[in-house]
């Protein structure tokens, strides 16, 4: 009898959809931690550089105490860093007489000017203390890390030695590289899935957009002249009015349950189809993403295990180490440029080091 009422045939679907729930959490559990890439190491500054962390993590604690949002645009500089050309601190170059730099790529144009200084002001406060022997790749790598932790999601070591990269993307290769928010999750699979990603990868980092804001423009498309009908009325309603034309330059928060928490949430407004871009939404509508999105929301443990993962993964894509490239003694400028001024730079440890 008991059996009989467990299994009435109203509670067979969900009893179905937990079991399914559940297999596939099974499936998607099983996030390995990414090895280090050759030349990078998870002791790498022990000995040069032993403060490296607290510095970094200290600092962010202040700059997060006054402002959360500043977490979002560290953590979305390293994805972009990463994703084009690898991570190799390309994004923070100033352009030069070779050209616009990759921070004037459309993309680019809605990275924090703020997170690219306090990038900088790490950078300074980690040679001061160590010499010039951290790369800028690392610090954003850090900070990116930091970003992440202190909003409240999930805490990880990262493998380190990155070196800076001498050249910076063209406007046509950032745009190769980093996705519309317009982009359905084909593209989105093809595209990440060609740097190495899976699917779940790509559902996890996509969880990045828990925190932080968004301008009108970069989803308006599915506001005017209609409504996107993936897009729940209620959501479109509140937008029209946060966006009351195609082209205002308004922002928004891309996580309306918990815009400055690092969680599970963002899986939860996909559900509730309230996900800002074509690109997250579609995650949820597509067959081969829909349970991956649906077993983050419902286990907010298994997403920071899979973001994590993928986290690690990304901040290794292409990296730069040992002899190639340098460590910059400015994060928007590489080392050649300032040949004739390197003896005037700000500590003497800078001399000692001349040769990175
Ligand atoms: C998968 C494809 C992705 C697309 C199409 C995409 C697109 C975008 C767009 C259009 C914005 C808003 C820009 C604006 O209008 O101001 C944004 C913001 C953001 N993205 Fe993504 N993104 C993607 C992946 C990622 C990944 C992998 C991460 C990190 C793991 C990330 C982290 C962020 C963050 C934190 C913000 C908020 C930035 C801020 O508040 O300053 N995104 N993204």
Redesign the pocket.
């Known amino acids: 009898m008991a059996m009989a009422n467990i299994f009435k045939a109203s509670t067979i679907p969900t009893f179905i959809f937990l079991l399914l729930l559940s297999c596939n959490t099974i499936i998607i559990s099983h996030a390995q931690t990414p090895a280090p890439a050759p030349g990078l190491s998870y002791t790498f500054y022990r000995t040069t550089c032993p403060q490296l962390e607290s510095i970094i993590q200290q600092n962010l604690r202040t700059v997060f105490a006054s402002d959360i ?1 500043q977490a ?2 560290l ?2 500089l390293h ?1 972009h860093d990463c994703f084009v050309q690898g991570c190799d601190g390309s994004v923070l170059l100033n352009g030069s007489a070779s050209g616009p730099s990759e921070q004037d790529a459309p993309p680019n144009l ?1 990275l ?1 000017a703020q997170a690219f200084a306090i990038i900088e002001n790490l950078r300074r406060l980690v040679h001061n203390a160590c010499g010039r022997v951290v790369s800028c790749s690392d610090i954003t790598a850090l900070a990116a890390r930091d970003a992440v932790f202190l909003s409240g999601g999930p805490n990880y070591s990262l493998p380190l030695g990155r070196r800076d990269g001498l050249t910076f993307a063209t406007r046509n290769a950032t745009l190769a590289n980093l ?3 317009t ?1 359905n999750t084909s593209t ?1 699979l093809n595209s990440l899935g060609q740097k190495g990603f899976t699917p779940t990868d790509v559902v996890a ?2 969880g ?2 828990t ?5 009108c ?2 989803f308006t498309g599915r506001l005017y002249p209609t409504r996107d009908p993936t897009m729940d009325q209620t959501f479109f309603n509140n937008l029209r009015i946060t966006c009351p034309a195609i082209n205002s330059t308004n ?1 928004t928060f ?1 996580d309306i349950r918990s815009p400055n928490v690092f969680d599970n949430r963002y899986y939860v407004d996909l559900m509730n189809r309230q996900g800002l ?1 074509t ?1 997250d939404q579609d995650l949820y509508t597509d067959s081969r993403t829909r349970s991956i999105v649906t077993s983050f929301a419902v286990n907010q443990t298994l997403f920071y295990q899979n973001f994590v993962s993928a ?1 690690i993964k990304m901040a290794q894509l292409s990296v730069l180490t040992g002899t190639q490239g340098e460590i910059r003694a400015n994060c928007s400028r590489r080392n050649s440029n300032d040949l004739f001024i390197l003896p005037t730079m700000e500590n003497d440890q800078d001399e000692k080091l001349a040769s990175y």
């Open positions: 949002g979002a645009g953590l979305r994805f809605t924090r996705p519309p928010p982009a989105l980092l996509s990045g957009h925190i932080g804001i968004s301008h423009t970069s922002t891309m871009f690109s986290m």
